[in-house]
Each structure stands twice: as C-alpha cells, then as structure tokens.
C-alpha cells in the first residue's frame, strides 16, 4: 500500500513523491506495476493504433504455396499481379500517423505484443543513456561512478514514472475500447502519455540525481531515442530476454537481494534506504544534531531545500554551534539573498574553525560580501581563500570581480586570466564541473 500510495503522490507533488520514493519505494513494486499497465496499455490505445496506422505487408493478400511443383507457372505468375494489384490500393488508401505520416515507425511502434518492452528498455537503454548524458550536461560526476551509484534509485523512479504517466491514459483507453472513436483520439492519449512520463523524469533526474532543470530536460529530450533503439534490438532478442531463468536473475540482481560478493545495482539503493531510516531513528534523540544535518545534507542534494532547511535548523536548536549545519544554512542564506544572515552563520563557523572545508569558508564570505557591494571586505576574505587556495576558478573570479568593482582593472584582469588558466589544466573529469567559471571568466576579460 505504501508503493501505490507513493504512485498516485506523484500526481500531486512530483517533487516530493519522488524523494519518497529514493527512501521507500520498491524495485519489484515499481517493474510488476509498471508490466500491468503496459499490458493494458498496450491491449487497448495500441492495439487501435496498431490496427489503424499498421503497414499491410504483401503476404497478407500474396500466400504461394512453395511445395506445388507449378509455382513458378504463369498462373502462379497471375496470381500474383492479382494479389499485388489488390495491395497497392489497400496500402495507399490505409490512413497514416497525423503529421509525421511513416516516419513515425522509424522510432516507435504500436505492436500489441510489445507490451514488456518499456519494462526492459527503461532497465537496459534508457537508464544508461539518461546517466551518460547527464554525466556529459550535468557536470555531477563520471558515468561509471553515477550508474554504479544511482541506477537502483533512479530504475525505481523512472519505472514509477512511466507507471504514473501511462496509467490514466490506459484507463480512459479500456472505457473508449468499445466505443467508436476516432483514431486520433487514441494518438492524442498515446502523445499524453508520453509527454507526462516526460515531465516526471524530470522531476526523478533533479530529486535522484540533483541536476538543475535546464540538464534534466534536455536529457528527457535526448533520452527517447533509447526506446527507438530498444524497438531495433527487441526484434532479434526478444525471445531470449523472455528466458524465466534470466528474468529471475534480473530481478534478483537489480533488486538487491544478492548478498557477499556477488551485488546488484540493487544493493546500493537499499543500501541508501537503510541509512536514511537509520538516520530517521537517530533523530529520536533529542540530542543527535548530526542525524540532521546528515538528512539536511540528503535533502539539499536531491534539491528539497525546504527539507534541507528544517533539518539544519533542528540541527543548531540542539546545537547552536554545530558548524556544519551553520556553514549549510550561510550558503543557503547567501542564495536566497538574506546575506546578513548567512554572515552570521559564516561567523559562527570561523570562530570555530577558520579553515573550514579546505578554506571554502572565506570563498563563501567573500561572495557575500561581494553580492552586498562591500568590495573592501571580500577582496580580504578572497585574498586569504586564493592565498590557501590559488588554482580554484571560482575563488579567482569572485576576487577578480571585487577588484575590478574597486578599479583595479590590472590585478582584476590578472584573476580572470588564471580563472581559465586554472580551468584548462583541471584533470578531465573536473573540468566539466568548474567550466562554469572559465566561461563567466572569459567575459570579463
């Protein structure tokens, strides 16, 4: 009850809902519900499509009998211009998918019988390619890093999502299955559909994998070829991917109950469900200030900030010192804008420990004293970050931009100038996280 209560969240609050579901959902819940509605999908909206939009093939009006010693006879010859000749009229005068006409089954198909294919495409094309083009757009991390890490989560969010997009369409689809209604209706819904998945894999790629919305769309945008792909592959493996002995090790891989040596992708998301509940159990003691600010740390990577705020705050009522959760609600202060009030946190952290978080402590001082135009303070906060830390893009640009608001252009222009020197001898995989800064960089040069 709890999985399906989770799936019809994600109508309403789509954010939230898929956070819940990192936490709680289920893999098994998730593939079974998502099979379900495939079939009834697939049995009622494609199965008229399918009859309306198909191409006739030639052997439905042209069947020769190869064993008749006279196939090769001029009859047989006739019959078959006869048959061709029925053809050409059936195949020009059938109607044609609106707009796109025949190049629609270039990349997708209404085969009835294909209803297990978004099961397994989701599994096998469409996550790898939504990690690589995230990992290429994001700027979160390495390919092989993300999928190792996150392909549970985001298996059981994506599943979920195509779930809660198809369902109330797969619903309208068996109440019209007996009417007489126009085709274009059931595209109409096949269209819908699609789109909603859509929007809630963007929601599934911010919460899952904390990128911002501009990556996560474009990667939903790019990640239907994945489908187009698997419709290709399916048409020879099929088959074999139907094997029960491979879909019990499927199931029993990327749903995490293999223990030891031998783990699943699964294993890492119950892994991570179990450590968020451990920390949810932690926050019973009323003296536990660092099992919030574990679950604010949680709640601000999957972009829930309201969460991340709460947590953090409950973390300095216990502990009005706790200097992680201070240095968080600076930063997430200086974002909103509320600058006096993430100094007074910032203040907090120095007192403690001027050299919190390898020196970032004087990056984000000197960047609000930046955003509150009092230049004087945050080019002696950022002279003393770039001092401890002089190849750091960012720390380079904020003093870069602080002297040049003081007039001097020289020293200014001489950040910016290692801003991107600092860029382009980063390591590979660095360098797509910091080219934030080479660019705003190369602008004020």
């Known amino acids: ?3 399906l209560k989770l799936l019809f969240q994600l109508y309403l609050r789509p954010a939230e809902s898929m956070s819940e579901i990192m936490d709680k959902g289920s893999w098994m819940f998730a593939a079974m519900a ?3 509605v495939a079939i009834v999908f697939f049995a009622t909206i494609d199965v008229k499509l399918h009859d309306t939009y198909r191409i006739p ?7 020769p009998a190869f064993t008749d010693p006279a196939a090769d006879s001029p009859t047989a010859a006739a019959e078959y211009r006869r048959s061709f000749e029925t053809y050409q009229p059936a195949l020009a005068s059938r109607q044609r998918v609106p707009i796109v006409g025949d190049a629609f089954f270039t990349f997708f198909s209404f085969d009835p019988s294909a209803f297990y294919q978004p099961l397994l495409a989701i599994s096998i094309f469409y996550i790898p390619l939504l990690v690589l083009l995230v990992s290429m757009f994001g700027s979160i991390g390495s ?3 993300i999928l190792r890490r996150d392909y549970g989560t985001l298996a059981t969010c994506s599943l979920m999502a195509w779930t809660a997009g198809h369902l109330p369409f797969a619903i309208i689809g068996s109440a019209l299955f007996t009417s007489s209604v126009s085709p274009t209706v059931y595209f109409a819904l096949w269209l819908a559909s699609s789109a909603l998945f859509g929007v809630f894999m963007v929601f599934a790629l911010r919460t899952a994998l904390g990128v911002n919305y501009g990556a996560a769309v474009l990667a939903v945008a ?4 994945a489908f187009s792909l698997a419709m290709y592959v399916f048409q020879y493996v099929s088959p074999w991917l139907l094997s029960p002995f491979l879909l019990f090790w499927v199931v029993v891989y990327f749903g995490g109950f293999l223990g030891g040596e031998v783990r699943g992708f699964g294993n890492a998301f119950r892994q991570k469900q179990n450590f968020k509940r451990f920390l949810h159990n932690a926050t019973v003691n009323p003296r536990d200030a660092d099992a919030h600010v574990q679950l604010g740390l949680i709640y601000q990577r999957r972009r829930q900030n309201v969460k991340a705020v709460a947590h953090f705050t409950k973390a300095i009522e216990i502990d009005p010192g706790e200097i992680d959760a201070n240095y968080q609600l600076g930063r997430i202060a200086r974002e909103k804008g509320e600058l006096q009030r993430g100094l007074d946190h910032f203040t907090i952290v120095i007192e403690q420990d001027e050299k919190y978080s390898l020196n970032e402590i004087w990056r984000e001082i000197g960047s609000t004293y930046l955003a509150a135009n009092m230049f004087k303070e945050a080019t002696e906060a950022l002279e003393k970050y770039v001092e401890r830390r002089p190849v750091d893009p960012e720390g380079l640009y904020y003093l870069g931009r602080s002297l040049k608001a003081q007039g001097s252009s020289d020293r200014a222009r001489e950040m910016f100038e290692q801003a991107v020197d600092s860029v382009d ?8 996280e910091i080219q934030k800064w080479r660019k705003l960089a190369e602008k004020e040069i």
Not at 57 to 63: P, R
């Open 1 to 3: 009850m709890e999985n």
């Open 34 to 36: 998502a099979l379900v």
């Open 57 to 63: 093939d030639l052997s439905e009006y042209y069947q």
């Open 143 to 145: 390919f092989g890093l």
């Open 222 to 225: 790019i990640g239907w070829l």
């Open 425 to 432: 001898t980063s390591p590979h995989y660095r360098r797509r």
